[in-house]
Structure formats: structure tokens, C-alpha cells
């Protein structure tokens, strides 16, 4: 079995997201801002300017054992959910590093996360990049199917 890794490793991967993040929101235009949790929440929500999906928020989450990331793609949709149920799981079958996932109330999110002993810049930025990607490329099509 595999040992949690100490307060002290989890603090320290918590001050590098912190130190990626103020790097990142200076020098990427698509990251507008910031906003920390409190002090318990270990988690830090990135505002995202997007092209096709104008703004968004994608949540970075520093859990035990790994780093939980998401954003919102859609809310609920009222029409055409299985054809959007569809689409979205057979493009999961394609991407990398994240998924869609639909929460308790029907909105559709991209998420995934992983091991805390892989958190580091370039991951980070896979991350956010991933799901920036995954958001711009599906958003027109499930709000043209969904909400229209």
C-alpha cells in the first residue's frame, strides 16, 4: 500500500502551483486572473479568456494524493442530451489527460487529475492547455445541439 504523501510534500506542491500560477497570469494573455481558496480549500480557480467560449474558469485542486483539475464546458443541456452525450464520449476516446464528465445536475464538464508526484511546470501548463483546447474545440457543438 502506498503512504499518503506528508503535509510537507503536499504544502510544497501547493507553493510550486502558487508560484506556476503568478508566473503563468503575468506572462499567458489567456489567463486573465486568479482566485485562491481559502486557506483549507487547496485549491486556486484560473479565469480564461477563450475565443470561441469568450471566458471560463478552470479549477486546479490539490487533494491528497494528486491535483483534481476541471472547468465547466455547458450547463445542463435542455435538448439533444443524448446526442451530446454521444458526441462528447466518443471524443473522449481521443483526448489525453482529461475527459468529459457529466455532474449530479447534468452539466458537462472536462476533467481529470493527476499523481501529486507529477505536478510540475510543464504538466501544468499541459493541463491548462488541454483543457482550454477541449473547451474551445467543443463548446459551438454542444451549444448548437443543446441550447438552440
Same mark, same amino acid.
Given at each position: 500500500? &502506498? ?16 508560484? %506556476?500560477?503568478?508566473? @503563468? ?6 489567463? &486573465? #486572473? ?9 485549491? %486556486?480557480?484560473?479565469?480564461?479568456? #477563450?475565443? &470561441?467560449? !469568450?471566458?471560463? *474558469?478552470? %479549477?486546479?485542486? &490539490?487533494?491528497?494524493?494528486? /491535483?483534481?483539475?476541471?472547468?465547466? /464546458? ?5 435538448? @439533444?442530451?443524448?446526442?451530446?452525450? @454521444?458526441? /462528447? ?7 489525453? #489527460?482529461?475527459?468529459?464528465? $457529466?455532474?449530479? @445536475? #447534468? *452539466? $458537462?464538464?472536462? *476533467?481529470?487529475? $493527476?499523481?501529486? +508526484? !507529477? ?11 488541454? /483543457?482550454? !483546447?477541449? +473547451?474551445?474545440?467543443?463548446? *459551438? ?6 441550447? !438552440?
Amino acid at each position: 500500500m &502506498v503512504e499518503p504523501p506528508n503535509s510537507e510534500a503536499r504544502a510544497a506542491v501547493e507553493q510550486f502551483v502558487d508560484q %506556476w500560477i503568478t508566473s @503563468e497570469v503575468a506572462e499567458n494573455p489567456a489567463l &486573465v #486572473g486568479v482566485e485562491r481558496g481559502g486557506p483549507d480549500d487547496h485549491l %486556486w480557480i484560473l479565469r480564461v479568456a #477563450g475565443e &470561441v467560449k !469568450q471566458a471560463f *474558469a478552470i %479549477w486546479l485542486r &490539490v487533494d491528497q494524493r494528486s /491535483l483534481f483539475f476541471e472547468t465547466n /464546458l455547458v450547463p445542463a443541456p435542455p435538448k @439533444e442530451r443524448e446526442a451530446i452525450f @454521444e458526441l /462528447l464520449l466518443r471524443r473522449n476516446h481521443t483526448m489525453r #489527460g482529461a475527459a468529459f464528465e $457529466i455532474a449530479a @445536475e #447534468g *452539466a $458537462i464538464y472536462v *476533467a481529470g487529475q $493527476i499523481p501529486l +508526484t !507529477q505536478v510540475n511546470a510543464e504538466t501544468l501548463d499541459a493541463i491548462v492547455g488541454a /483543457l482550454y !483546447q477541449y +473547451t474551445e474545440e467543443n463548446f *459551438a457543438a454542444v451549444l448548437r445541439l443543446g441550447f !438552440q
